[in-house]
């Protein structure tokens, strides 16, 4: 894991090179490359500082266009792609100190939105086939999260801090403090409701939350969920290795254009269009912190309710049926002194955060509930088995009796009138 950044050495300069998160950066510095590669084959060296960068004093804007040509007539890029090598210059130019030139701001968006119609067209003809990933279904999740139960634990994926976690009366809460589109933060911070599905323990996020957390029992509450050096590549890795693995071991037809955004494109089509009766549109682009414009940014604002509809339709439950409003495996008692007993053993260091004692609880109580699922599917050698909890059978079988997902003390939330 980076080393924390330091409020009493932070500099102008590292405010200025913060613009862009680092992986960001480390693309543009690839698609320079590859602009440099292209000029000196093609016999524009003279804009070339070295093989890695361009000289912005000699490399012009019928330079750049002529390699977007390039692109075009070899390549078969998607529009965006051809997009994000304009910003990746545009970012080369403010790196260099250099004064991008007028023509990018008023002939590079016309040739942009040619090129797109002629991509769009390409496609529509079958020149071209579409680099767009597409969205996830509910059936693709639920196959790709049985197998993932079956594989070796594949580390860690994101960087979001224990802290950010809360407890919600019936669900889990996850507070978002940046966001892809809006690096500098978000405004007023409200938990996302993410609720547990004990019906389908495969898909239970609470569950896979409890799990982790048992099998790393002396995290640092002030510490990182996922301490990954790279939280974005390695989840990248780790789903192409489990699409992989659905491919080649259940003999399923293989996924096509299928990446870690299709998951995000699935939830909100699901949410959106797999039922009769989804949430309003209004809920899940403030759910996704995403614009709608000036008017209605201004006017529709997050409310619970609408976000804890959304939670449920996207956990996976039954929306049409009774069973939509399933509570989450908890303990009937709220003081009992064995589960008391139980937190601190199983969770050592994160029962010292007193802002994560329900969530600990509600973790622990799911594990627990869903015990015979976890020992007759997990592979026999799985680091879970070697935890305190599954090795102090004593312990198990003094908590399995006080687990329920059907007492009243808990108030359901996120369910429809009808």
């Not at 957390?213 to 002030?222: A, G």
């Not at 709220?334 to 937190?343: E, G, L, S, T, Y």
Request: proline share 6%; aromatic share 8%.
């Amino acid at each position: 894991m980076p080393p924390r950044r330091k409020r009493s050495t932070t500099t102008i300069e590292d405010a200025k090179n913060n613009t862009r998160t680092d992986s960001t950066k480390k693309r543009y510095t690839t698609q320079i490359r590859t602009i440099v590669q292209w000029a000196m084959a093609h016999g524009h060296s003279q804009g070339v500082l070295d093989r890695n960068t361009l000289n912005l004093a000699t490399f012009s804007f019928g330079n750049f266009t002529k390699f977007l040509e390039w692109c075009y007539q070899t390549k078969h890029m998607a529009a965006s792609t051809l997009g994000s090598y304009r910003s990746a210059i545009v970012f080369l130019y403010e790196k260099q100190g250099v004064t991008i030139p007028q023509a990018f701001q008023d002939e590079l968006p016309h040739i942009m939105k040619g090129y797109s119609r002629f991509i769009a067209a390409d496609i529509e003809e079958g020149v071209q086939t579409t680099k767009s990933k597409r969205p996830l279904t509910i059936e693709e999740m639920k196959r790709l999260t049985s197998r993932s139960v079956a594989l070796a634990d594949a580390g860690c994926t994101h960087a979001y801090l224990l802290l950010t976690l809360s407890w919600e009366e019936d669900c889990l809460g996850v507070q978002f403090r940046r966001l892809k589109t809006a690096q500098e933060g978000v405004g007023p911070n409200k938990p996302r409701h993410c609720f547990a599905n004990p019906l389908k323990p495969n898909l239970c996020v609470v569950l896979a939350l409890g799990l982790y957390l048992v099998m790393h029992p002396t995290m640092d509450p002030d510490a990182r969920l996922f301490p990954a050096v790279n939280p974005g590549d390695n989840f990248s890795r780790s789903f192409a290795k489990l699409v992989h693995a659905l491919v080649a071991l259940d003999g399923v037809d293989r996924l096509p254009n299928v990446a870690t955004h299709s998951i995000r494109k699935g939830a909100v089509t699901f949410a959106s269009s797999g039922c009769t009766s989804g949430p309003s549109t209004g809920v899940l682009t403030t759910r996704a912190r995403w614009s709608l414009g000036d008017v209605l940014d201004r006017y529709n604002h997050y409310a619970p309710a609408g976000d804890q509809y959304a939670g449920r339709i996207v956990s996976g439950l039954p929306e049409s049926s009774a069973a939509f409003g399933t509570l989450p495996p908890h303990f009937g008692a709220r003081d009992d002194p064995v589960v008391a007993d139980a937190v601190r053993v199983v969770f050592p260091t994160l029962c010292n955060a007193a802002c994560l004692s329900t969530v600990l609880r509600m973790c622990l109580a799911s594990v627990v509930y869903h015990r015979e699922w976890l020992v007759d599917t997990f592979p026999q050698h799985h680091t879970l088995f070697s935890t305190v909890l599954f090795r102090n059978k004593d312990l198990l079988h003094q908590l399995a009796p006080n687990v329920t997902i059907n007492d009243g003390n808990i108030r359901r939330t996120g369910i429809p009138p009808h």
